[in-house]
């Protein structure tokens, strides 16, 4: 693996990082934080005194890609988007292997992904029925019903 040193710090770090932060972090220095909204809607704890890290440097690559950062109260919570595209997968999976035509796309939304929530399967209708009986079966797939 390629490394560089860093400026600040003399820590080797990847040299085809996304985004490196390097920074000092100073044993008993803290500030106020928070307070701020956990992924499943719940406040983690009152504002307070935290430790903090003094940036110095960011390094990145050309171009980098920062993915599925969703620091904010639920539903967004990145947790619920990681299951969110994981289940929409697997209810996709779920209608192609029972042979339901006309199937275009799924989406199980991040805020219903941890459990029993709102799905939404776009299709393109082929006889009358066709959408009750791909939301009776999008509804019963274990992907939509069930966490693991």
């Given at each position: 693996?390629?490394?560089?040193?860093?400026?600040?710090?003399?820590?080797?770090?990847?040299?085809?990082?996304?985004?490196?932060?390097?920074?000092?972090?100073?044993?008993?220095?803290?500030?106020?934080?928070?307070?701020?909204?956990?992924?499943?809607?719940?406040?983690?704890?009152?504002?307070?005194?935290?430790?903090?890290?003094?940036?110095?440097?960011?390094?990145?690559?050309?171009d980098p890609i920062l993915?599925?950062?969703?620091?904010?109260?639920?539903?967004?919570?990145?947790?619920?988007?990681?299951?969110?595209?994981?289940?929409?997968?697997?209810?996709?999976?779920?209608?192609?292997?029972?042979?339901?035509?006309?199937?275009?796309?799924?989406?199980?939304?991040?805020?219903?992904?941890?459990?029993?929530?709102?799905?939404?399967?776009s299709l393109e209708q082929?006889?009358?029925?066709?959408?009750?009986?791909?939301?009776?079966?999008?509804?019963?797939?274990?992907?939509?019903?069930?966490?693991?």
């Open positions: 693996m390629e490394v560089v040193k860093g400026e600040v710090t003399d820590l080797l770090i990847r040299a085809r990082a996304e985004i490196v932060i390097e920074g000092l972090s100073h044993p008993g220095k803290v500030k106020e934080e928070g307070p701020f909204g956990e992924f499943n809607g719940y406040y983690g704890r009152r504002a307070g005194p935290a430790p903090y890290i003094e940036v110095k440097c960011v390094h990145y690559r050309n993915t599925c950062s969703l620091l904010a109260s639920y539903p967004s919570g990145e947790p619920g988007l990681f299951h969110s595209i994981a289940k929409s997968a697997k209810i996709w999976d779920g209608l192609m292997a029972l042979g339901v035509p006309g199937i275009k796309g799924d989406y199980s939304f991040p805020g219903s992904a941890k459990g029993m929530g709102v799905v939404a399967v082929h006889y009358p029925g066709h959408a009750s009986q791909v939301a009776a079966l999008a509804a019963q797939s274990t992907a939509a019903c069930f966490t693991e």
